[in-house]
């Protein structure tokens, strides 16, 4: 199966996406959710849209924010709204190692804005 990425020319900005609010029914479950607002968090602060990242990218953001313990994906892999392009850690589940780029799916963009909106529905 073919994985359809953001393009460079996509319409929809990590700044284009309220984070100020919970993105409820977004994914299916909170913890999934926040992961998500981190994560577009992360793209609006290092200002360079949707491009790839590393483990250690995400998990450098995580911690300048002063939390600790790592961050997770919680099911974002698994709902293929992220993608591990190198698929060097396919058996460590969530967590990833330190050099894995990531990329991230249309799928994730769709969820994020039209939950940011107030929105609710089904987009798969």
Known sequence: ??????????????????TSKQFWDAFGNSETETSAIWIVNFCKDRNEGWEDFTYADIEAYYQSKGLKGGFWFNRLFEMQCLHDKTFKSKELGDRHSDDDVISIDFRFVARCYVSSLGCSFNID
Do not use: Y
């Open 1 to 18: 199966m073919e994985h359809k990425l953001i393009p460079a020319t996509a319409t929809i900005e990590p700044s284009d996406i309220d």
